[in-house]
C-alpha cells in the first residue's frame, strides 16, 4: 500500500458525459501526478500539481482539467467523453515534485466509456 | 526529448532461472531512472531507482540493475525468479527542470513458467 488513495475504483459512463477522478495523497506529499495508461498510449503524463499550483503539464486534452485543493488532494476531471478515452488513471505523490523525486502510485481509477 | 524504449514486450522464464529485463533511454544530462512493477489490477509499485553514484543499484524483492551509460541502458536484474515476479515491468526516466514527470517504458510482461 503506497499511501497514495484514488476514487472510485471503477467507473462506467456513456460518451459525451463528464465525470470526476479523485486523488489523496500520501501524508506530507505536496505534490500530485497524473498519468493515463492506455493499451495504444501506454502510461502517459498528464499532469503536476506542488502545493495547489501547476508545475508541469504533460499530453492532456483540452477536454480533460485538474487541479488541487488546500487540503492537497486532487482531481482530475475528464469531459465529453469518448469511447478513446477508456483507460486506466493513475495518480502519483512526491514530497516536493522536484526532478528526480520517487512518485508513489495510487491503484488507479478503471474508466470505460460505452 | 527523454523516451524509454523496452525491447521485449514479453519474456518466459522458469521459476528458479535468471532474468534480465532491457530498459535503453534517451535524455541529454545524467538521468534519473527508474523501475516500477505492475501486478494484475493494482498500482505501480518501486523497484529501485538511480540518481547517481554507484552504477549498480540494489531493490526490494532481489532485484538489481546496472546503469550503463555509454550504452544508455538500465537493465534490471534478478537471479532467481519466483512465481509471486510475474507481473508487468516498467522502466522510466525522470525529467529535471520545473517538473517531475517521469516518460515510461511499454513495459515488459513477464510469465514464470512452474
Known amino acids: 500500500d503506497s499511501g497514495v488513495t484514488q476514487t472510485p475504483k471503477h467507473l462506467i459512463t456513456a460518451t459525451g458525459q463528464r465525470v470526476t477522478l479523485r486523488c489523496s495523497p500520501r501524508s506530507g506529499d505536496l505534490s500530485v501526478y497524473w498519468y493515463q495508461q492506455s493499451l495504444d498510449q501506454g502510461l502517459q503524463f498528464l499532469i503536476q500539481y506542488y502545493n495547489g499550483e501547476e508545475r508541469a503539464k504533460g499530453n492532456i486534452l483540452e477536454r480533460f482539467s485538474a487541479q488541487q485543493f488546500p487540503d492537497l488532494h486532487s482531481e482530475l476531471n475528464l469531459s465529453s467523453l469518448e469511447l478513446g478515452d477508456s483507460a486506466l488513471y493513475f495518480c502519483a505523490s512526491s514530497v516536493y515534485g522536484g526532478g528526480g523525486e520517487t512518485q508513489y502510485f495510487g491503484p488507479g481509477t478503471r474508466l470505460l466509456v460505452l | 526529448a527523454q523516451s524509454v524504449t523496452q525491447p521485449d514486450i514479453h519474456i518466459t522464464v522458469s521459476e528458479g532461472a535468471s532474468l534480465e529485463l532491457r530498459c535503453n533511454y534517451s535524455y541529454g544530462a545524467t538521468p534519473y531512472l527508474f523501475w516500477y512493477v505492475q501486478s494484475p489490477g493494482q498500482g505501480l509499485q518501486l523497484l529501485l531507482k538511480y540518481f547517481s553514484g554507484d552504477t549498480l543499484v540494489q531493490g526490494i524483492k532481489g532485484f538489481e540493475a546496472e546503469f550503463k551509460r555509454s550504452q544508455s541502458s538500465f537493465n534490471l536484474r534478478k537471479p532467481s525468479v519466483h512465481w509471486s515476479d510475474a507481473a508487468e515491468y516498467f522502466c522510466?526516466?525522470?525529467?529535471?527542470?520545473?517538473?517531475?514527470?517521469?516518460?515510461f517504458g511499454t513495459g515488459t510482461s513477464l510469465t514464470v513458467i512452474p
Open positions: 522510466a526516466v525522470g525529467a529535471s527542470g520545473t517538473g517531475n514527470q517521469f516518460y
